[in-house]
């Protein structure tokens, strides 16, 4: 068998991790399509309007700020329905570059005490130099007489 020390180490998990870290950081490509932010997460959370039976707000909000890549983020989302929170519902957050072919980097949040969401996550550094990013929020509730599954985007913008 032909296996130099180097090689077989990236048989192991730690070679699995570090390949698709590589593979994500490379796949994030060359694209020039230009593409307009419509969130400033480092000014504050974002806020947009759904119309899924009835008047939803879904507010984003990343912390720590300013935002950095490569390090571990705390992801919020907080959403009404008519002036009430939205409760038991699951919530995910999917990160990607626009016109970028990526991994999935996909973040599961926890319905928190005061009926927000709250999940940890990373946004990873694109080798291209690219710095916009789009957050896609999917909120389900299954079984819920006004609206089953919700989904907004929030494009913003990673400096650092």
Sequence with gaps: MFCTQTICDL???KGLFLFMLLLALVSCGNDKTAVQVDCNLDAGP???KIAANGAVTVTLDISPRPLSTMKRLLFRVKAEEKDS?????EVFITLTMPGMSMMENRIQLRQQEDHSYQGD???VK???GKKIWKADVLISR????????????FLFRVDR
């Design 11 to 13: 048989n192991g998990v």
């Design 121 to 123: 996550g990373v946004i």
């Design 142 to 153: 299954p079984g819920n007489s006004s609206f089953s599954s919700i989904n907004t985007s």
């Design 126 to 128: 694109c080798s291209s």
């Design 46 to 48: 974002c806020t947009k």
């Design 85 to 89: 929170s939205l409760k038991d519902a």
